[in-house]
Structures are given as structure tokens and as C-alpha cells.
């Protein structure tokens, strides 16, 4: 995957097989957002915003097809590489970098965890 050579620290929540094909988990976050993590049927992982960008349904319990998941609530079809909605529909939820190594799945920190203001200007 591209996103592997992003320059950062990852953080690792697990191992692949906690995902299985076709299937979603979520993962809370301090200070942000809950992230919805796919495991798509061609063995392939991504990382959204938990939220659809129509009226924030829970993605993670949405069908997921190729690299598309259908929101359970009324039904847009959502990229999951890019986060846009599919179709005649806007809108785009923000995505997580993710990167799979050794059997383990890593997000991008700084994407997961927002750094405080005061932090950085200390
Ligand atoms: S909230 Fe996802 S399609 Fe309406």
C-alpha cells in the first residue's frame, strides 16, 4: 500500500485476523473521533471517520462490496479508499492512514490522536 511510506509514528491496534474479510470493528479515540477499521473481501484494509457524510451513520456496520461500504442507514455507497460518497451523492468523510505489516495493523498517530495546541507550541 502506498500509505506506507508515511512519514510519522503508527500506532498498532492489533493483529489482521481481529478483522475478518468483509467485516468492520471500531476503535474509540482520545479526543477524536470513533474510526471505523474494513477488512475488505480481496484482503485489503482501510480506516474511516466513523461517520457517514450524509446524517452520520455508523459506517462500520455498513455492507461492505469491493472497496465500497453502503451505510446502514440509507444506504449511499461510500469510497472507502477515499472516503467520498459514491453516485449522484456528496460528500466525503475523512480517511485514516493505515498500513499492515507483519501481521499487524498500524494507523497513522497524528491522524488518530490530534495533538493538543499547547503541546505543540511548548
Ligand atoms: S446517514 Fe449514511 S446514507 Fe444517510
Known sequence: MSLNTQVGTWLDIGPVDQISPGNARTLPVRGGEEIAIFHTQDN?????????????????????????????????????????????????????????????IFLLREAVIPVPTEAKAA
Open 44 to 104: 485489503q484494509f482501510y480506516a474511516l471517520v466513523n461517520k457517514c457524510p450524509h446524517k452520520q451513520g455508523p459506517l462500520s456496520q455498513g455492507i461492505v462490496h469491493g472497496s465500497v461500504v453502503a451505510c446502514p442507514l440509507h444506504n449511499w455507497n461510500i469510497s472507502l479508499k477515499t472516503g467520498k460518497a459514491l453516485g449522484n451523492d456528496e460528500g466525503c468523510v475523512p480517511t485514516i492512514p493505515l498500513k499492515v505489516e507483519a501481521g499487524r
